[in-house]
């Protein structure tokens, strides 16, 4: 045999280079990576902040859900105008319904409460929810991103003051425009935030 010719007991194994790291070279890199990370957690704080504070719109739309499949057909058209009402005093921030009432955040008890009735005392709610059918029929519209129609006031005040058998000589195709009209406005009225 000639000892020249190379054998695998000669072989050695070659040193791999040291491993990459991935944490960034430079204080730049840090810097983005410090934004990025106060930027996820800003934008995670605003859908929490906003989610609490349509709390009372999502409990409203079970409410409404729960109405529209009732088979007590007179209650459920008597409840509505009332849940509209309790809709617009919870909105929060400016509270533009009420100008002696507290601004209603989320440590206030739910809109969907009944327990509590207001004392003689305690002044009752002032502005478009309190007042007649023009006002609050403006106060519907300039909350609301789509046209509603222009009795919508007037048929609200019907399903609150009109005799029952009126309430029940209703055509279901308008007591169904009637829950989808006050759905949507529940979902996509303005919020002055």
Excluded at 12 to 40: D, H, R
Excluded at 93 to 117: C, D, K, Q
């Amino acid at each position: 045999m000639n000892p020249n010719v190379p054998s695998i007991e000669q072989l050695k194994e070659i040193g791999l280079p040291a491993a990459v790291s991935y944490a960034p070279q430079t204080w730049g890199w840090w810097v983005l990576l410090a934004l990025l990370v106060i930027t996820v957690l800003l934008i995670g704080a605003r859908r929490y902040w906003q989610w609490r504070r349509d709390r009372y719109r999502r409990e409203a739309l079970v409410r409404l859900a729960e109405l529209q499949n009732s088979e007590d057909r007179l209650s459920a058209l008597r409840e509505l105008p009332e849940l509209l009402k309790r809709v617009a005093i919870s909105m929060p921030a400016a509270n533009p319904v009420g100008a002696g009432l507290p601004a209603m955040g989320a440590s206030h008890s739910t809109i969907m409460s009944t327990e509590r009735t207001p004392s003689r005392a305690s002044p009752l709610p002032q502005g478009p929810a309190a007042s007649g059918k023009a006002d609050w029929q403006a106060f519907l519209e300039q909350h609301s991103s789509h046209p509603l129609p222009a009795d919508f006031s007037q048929q609200l005040a019907q399903l609150a003051y009109a005799p029952d058998a009126t309430l029940l000589a209703l055509p279901e195709t308008q007591r169904q425009h009637l829950f989808t009209t006050c759905k949507y406005w529940v979902e996509h009225h303005h919020v002055a935030a």
